[in-house]
DNA sequence: CAGTAGTTGTGGATAGATGT
DNA sequence: ACATCTATCCACAACTACTG
């Protein structure tokens, strides 16, 4: 008996990958669709307008970017209406025994722990608002569904995995999207980590995130305990200790690679937080790792 | 070996950015 | 608004590696 749903206790200690059983993009203008359900895990994107979701506990307006996840036989309809036409595109999957080397569920959960709390939350349905990083992948999935060879499915599998994986660590980050201003500091984190490589500045950073420059320090100083400078340089230093150990990069060409423009100052600011200058850094990182030498 | 070139690390002076 | 800190520039010493 394969596992049936989400929540079905046999992907946790089974071999089992998820299997599309049918993808498809529909235009709805105007349609109301009674109370149904089915054997696969649903996934509904909204690509444009806007639709009603009904299901026995809940009404769930969606709108452009948003996301539904529905499980195995959850009751839900669908209502557009006639006023504003929905672009959807639907991804609908069952789970098969293993077939080939591509990951399991029970392995993507060991390697990912968002996904194993969605696995273990029974929720009927996940919603995720506006949710790009999610329609990115859904969207290369469909596209390789649309172009797939017959017995050519690895990539099919992995954007599946992919696309799971995504989805599950949306979710978590939703929950913890209560405080009102994690999600600047969430998307000021992501823009230094995206840059680092680049002269950054304050003002820079907060015009990302649309703040005032003192308004964007003193979240951030509440928020991660340090301050915006403090953090880049953290993440360009441990790049740098990265790149010091695992790459032949002369010392001279690191601060380039890490948005610091200038060895002298690279090399005062690497002794004051690693505590050696960057040569003796690699040095002990080689006699780490060959000892022999 | 001395001479040269290149690399690496340090210290001081400074303007401008940062943090409160 | 203002004291503090950052990042740059410059000068220089120590070291390595190569050359004749």
Same mark, same amino acid.
């Given at each position: 008996m394969e596992p049936h749903g989400? @929540?079905?206790?046999k992907l946790r200690t089974g071999d089992y990958h998820p299997r599309i059983a049918a993808y498809y993009y529909k235009q709805w203008n105007g349609f109301q669709m009674a109370l149904h359900a089915h054997k696969p895990v649903e996934i509904m994107y909204v690509m444009s307008g806007k639709c009603k979701i009904e299901t026995d506990t809940e009404t769930l307006r969606l709108k452009k970017g948003d996301l539904i996840l529905l499980d195995a036989e959850v009751r839900h309809s669908l209502e557009v209406e006639e006023s504003h036409p929905c672009r959807m595109l639907n991804v609908e999957f069952t789970f098969t025994e293993q077939q080939g080397a591509y990951p399991t569920l029970k392995e993507l959960c060991a390697g990912d722990g968002a996904l194993g709390e969605l696995l273990d939350s029974g929720r009927p349905y996940v919603v995720l608002r506006d949710s790009s990083e999610a329609y990115t992948v859904l969207k290369s999935l469909v596209l390789e569904l649309g172009e797939k060879q017959e017995g050519d499915e690895w990539m099919t599998h992995l954007l599946m995995s992919q696309l799971l994986v995504r989805i599950a660590r949306l979710v978590k980050e939703a929950k913890d999207e209560?405080?009102? @201003?994690d999600s600047y500091i969430r998307n000021c984190v992501k823009f230094l980590h995206q840059n680092y490589d680049r002269p950054i500045q304050v003002k820079d950073v907060a015009a990302e995130v649309n703040l005032h420059p003192s308004y964007l320090q003193r979240i951030f100083k509440e928020s991660m305990d340090c301050t915006v400078m403090d953090y880049l340089t953290g993440l360009r230093i441990d790049k740098a200790m990265m790149l010091l150990t695992h790459t032949d990069l002369p010392v001279h060409d690191i601060p380039e690679y890490i948005g610091i423009s200038t060895r002298e100052y690279f090399s005062a600011v690497f002794k004051k937080r690693v505590g050696l200058a960057p040569g003796a850094y690699r040095k002990s990182r080689e006699l780490f790792h060959h000892p022999a030498r």
């Open positions: 989400l @929540y079905d206790a209560e405080r009102p @201003y």
